[in-house]
């Protein structure tokens, strides 16, 4: 049953094949028998989990469960969950227990989910895989001397591995997408404030967005059900009506038109990726799609336009650790000055401390025209580019990431490196557009993803785009041998 | 170029304190992410208005009513560095 989906285990509690004690206690001990190869969690919750599930499981007796009641599931450690450490995986925030539950936690507690834990992630999201934890990193269940991708490697690699059926991510250049890619998961990030940032730990407030990491779309739709609302608590959400995202589902591919930007079908693409995804596109052409080339101009632009805002608003959002009112503070400051200084220097980790004094840098006075100012610009013509794709077609399709899963450790010492494997998801945050990731078959045994763009909304088209895929061939199926046990 | 004073004055600003021994290895580091962005030079923006919101929407705003309660309490429960109600640091004035 640990691979069930969330759809099959709903359908076994209502059915009372299992009952959600029964499920949770199932999905604890493959965390205690596995996490110890993955570290996929930070803080594991299993008096909570048994509570919740009790309560679950009153809620099936009396017949009002909903489609979520019972389900086991776990949160990236960026989500504020009240009384339970959330730490960012920073030792700045080791310390800190959560005072609220973020609105995200709120929703999907009502709808009746059983916490497992908190996983393990890039320190406060920055990182491609999931090797700047500062509770060590994170093993890809298909590969344990690879990297399960990042920033939520830990919702990545405990999905992958079964140790919850699914688990909450944040994307903000790609953050989702890229690790269920390298995992053979299912990653949406939805349109830019689809979903609330309340409680959401800031990384760049104008690029996070939360969303699901799903063994399938159907999943993903469901998770999104309940995930997706306006919230006034939010003052970037939009308010706009949720749709019903698993009616759409089944709809026909008959006339969709995807569109392949060429930018993404270069000849530095690895021929083993095209081959992967040409045959992904071969299969949507059979049920009907229409396949046309398009073209990003200046999407090559996309690593440094993306470094340079991240990088700056990140500088702006980190502001707030300084040892004064929570988390981390040095021993023994001299004066205010240490003591801001010290506790940032100790607290946070290399590569935040490289964002931070780049977003410092092109925000500080004669630089912030020529880099910050004019990244803001370019961002604007990139949203225009991709405007004018989405008047030629209904979705965009390319491979998610460059290449399957690298080795622990080949890109720590090179940042630009490890930046370009976030290339082709960067744009999609920058433009504030909605896109999911999807299993596309194997490369020398790992995992490759493919990634499905869409407009301003449109999750529904994209997760029904996804899920008939997904009828058609196994990919999402299949679950690291040595953790199907 | 960046160079080895820049980043110790990035860093006062950022107020993060860094070991001298970590100047070059940042340095290096900024400098690769700037040589990327010098590719922006040659993109012409002369009418192009910076992005504050990808759909470009504007600050919603809310009513001037006071709508929430004081959590001091419960978020100075975050620190043991407090006294009377008030977060405690070094001296600032003597």
Redesign the interface.
């Known amino acids: 049953m640990h691979n069930y989906t969330i759809t099959e285990l709903s359908n076994a509690l209502r059915a009372k094949k299992v009952s959600s004690t029964e499920l949770t206690q199932l999905f604890l001990a493959r965390i205690d028998k596995f996490d110890k190869i993955l570290n996929s969690f930070i803080t594991v919750t299993p008096t909570l989990a048994l509570e919740q599930a009790k309560q679950a499981d009153l809620q099936y007796q009396k017949g009002s469960a909903g489609p979520l009641t019972g389900i086991p599931f776990a949160h990236k450690d960026i989500f504020c969950t009240a009384g339970i450490k959330t730490s960012c995986a920073s030792k700045m925030l080791d310390n800190f227990i959560a005072p609220y539950d973020a609105t995200l936690v709120t929703r999907l507690n009502q709808a009746g989910t059983v916490l497992l834990g908190k996983t393990n992630m890039d320190e406060f999201a920055m990182g491609s895989s999931n090797e700047n934890s500062f509770y060590g990193a994170v093993k890809n269940p298909w590969d344990i001397s690879r990297v399960p991708g990042g920033s939520s490697g830990g919702s990545s690699a405990a999905v992958a591995a079964r140790l919850t059926p699914a688990a909450t991510g944040t994307d903000t250049g790609g953050s989702i997408r890229q690790p269920a890619a390298l995992c053979n998961l299912t990653g949406l990030k939805p349109t830019y404030g689809r979903i609330s940032r309340y409680g959401l730990i800031a990384f760049a407030s104008s690029l996070d967005q939360a969303g699901p990491m799903t063994q399938t779309a159907e999943d993903a739709a469901l998770l999104m059900n309940a995930m997706a609302s306006f919230d006034d608590k939010d003052s970037t959400s939009i308010d706009r009506a949720v749709p019903n995202y698993l009616s759409t589902l089944n709809d026909s591919l008959e006339g969709l038109k995807i569109g392949l930007p060429k930018e993404y079908f270069s000849e530095d693409l690895d021929p083993k990726v095209a081959a992967t995804i040409q045959a992904a596109i071969k299969l949507y052409e059979n049920l009907g799609a229409k396949i046309s080339s398009v073209s990003l101009p200046n999407c090559h632009l996309v690593i440094p336009l993306y470094y340079i805002i991240a990088s700056a608003e990140c500088s702006s959002n980190l502001a707030r650790y300084d040892g004064v009112r929570y988390g981390y503070r040095c021993n023994n400051p001299t004066d205010l000055k240490d003591l801001y200084e010290r506790t940032r220097g100790e607290g946070f980790g290399n590569e935040v401390k490289r964002r931070l004094l780049m977003g410092t840098y092109v925000l500080s006075a004669g630089s912030y025209d020529a880099y910050y100012a004019k990244a803001q610009k370019i961002r604007g013509l990139l949203i225009q580019e991709f405007k004018e794709a989405f008047q030629q077609v209904d979705v965009l399709l390319g491979p998610t990431t460059p290449t399957t899963a690298f080795k622990l450790g080949e890109k720590v010492n090179d940042p630009v490196s490890m930046y370009l494997s976030d290339i082709y998801t960067i744009a999609i945050n920058l433009a504030g557009l909605p896109a999911i990731s999807i299993p596309a078959g194997f490369i020398d045994g790992l995992p490759l993803g493919m990634q499905l763009i869409g407009s301003p909304f449109t999750e529904a088209k994209l997760l029904n785009t996804a899920h008939r895929y997904q009828q058609e061939t196994d990919w999402h199926k299949k679950v690291p041998e040595n953790f199907n046990l | 170029m960046?160079t080895h004073e820049?980043?110790i004055k990035?860093?006062d600003?950022?107020?993060?304190?860094?070991d001298e021994k970590q100047i070059d290895h940042?340095l290096k580091?900024?400098q690769?992410?700037l040589d990327?962005?010098g590719?922006?030079?040659v993109?012409d923006?002369t009418s192009?208005?910076?992005?504050?919101?990808?759909?470009g929407?504007t600050?919603?705003l809310?009513p001037d009513k006071i709508t929430e309660i004081v959590?001091r309490g419960?978020?100075?429960?975050?620190?043991k560095?407090t006294e009377a109600g008030l977060?405690c640091?070094?001296?600032?004035l003597e």
Do not use: N
Request: charged share 15%.
């Open positions: 960046v820049d980043v990035f860093a600003l950022a107020k993060i304190a860094i940042y580091s900024l690769s992410i990327l962005a590719q922006m030079e993109v923006t192009v208005q910076p992005v504050a919101h990808p759909f929407i600050q919603r809310r959590h419960d978020f100075q429960k975050l620190t560095h977060y640091v070094p001296l600032v």
